[in-house]
C-alpha cells in the first residue's frame, strides 16, 4: 500500500472497443496504486467520473453518441486517476468512433 501523498499511478488499462459505433456501450476497467481516491475520463469535451470497486480498482461504462458527418471521429480517450491530495497521473488511449 502506497502513503496516500504519494504519486498515484496507473498500472493497467482494459476498453472493450477502440472501434465503436454510434450506440454502442464501451466498458473499462482502470487498475491504479491503491493510494488513487478517484479516475476521471476525458473525451471529447465530456467528463465522466468512474465507480470505485475495490481498493486501486475503478470501472466505467458510456453509450457512445451518434456523430454528425462533419465532426471528428477519433479522439484520445484520456485517463486521469488523482490521490486525496489532487495530485494526477495521466495517460489516454487512442479511439476512433465508425
Do not use: C
Given at each position: 500500500?502506497?502513503?496516500?501523498?504519494?504519486?498515484?499511478?496507473?498500472?493497467?488499462?482494459?476498453?472493450?472497443?477502440?472501434?465503436?459505433?454510434?450506440?454502442?456501450?464501451?466498458?473499462?476497467?482502470?487498475?491504479?496504486?491503491?493510494?488513487?481516491?478517484?479516475?476521471?475520463?476525458?473525451?471529447?469535451?465530456?467528463?465522466?467520473?468512474s465507480t470505485k470497486?475495490?481498493?486501486?480498482?475503478?470501472?466505467?461504462?458510456?453509450?457512445?453518441?451518434?456523430?454528425?458527418?462533419?465532426?471528428p471521429h477519433s479522439?484520445?480517450?484520456?485517463?486521469?486517476?488523482?490521490?486525496?491530495?489532487?495530485?494526477?497521473?495521466?495517460?489516454?488511449?487512442?479511439?476512433?468512433?465508425?
Amino acid at each position: 500500500m502506497l502513503a496516500p501523498d504519494a504519486a498515484p499511478q496507473i498500472l493497467w488499462i482494459s476498453v472493450s472497443s477502440t472501434t465503436p459505433r454510434s450506440g454502442d456501450v464501451v466498458t473499462g476497467t482502470v487498475l491504479t496504486s491503491s493510494n488513487v481516491a478517484s479516475v476521471e475520463l476525458r473525451i471529447g469535451g465530456y467528463s465522466l467520473n468512474s465507480t470505485k470497486t475495490d481498493v486501486g480498482h475503478f470501472e466505467w461504462s458510456f453509450t457512445v453518441p451518434s456523430l454528425p458527418f462533419y465532426a471528428p471521429h477519433s479522439f484520445a480517450l484520456q485517463i486521469i486517476a488523482r490521490n486525496t491530495a489532487g495530485v494526477a497521473a495521466a495517460t489516454s488511449v487512442q479511439m476512433t468512433v465508425r
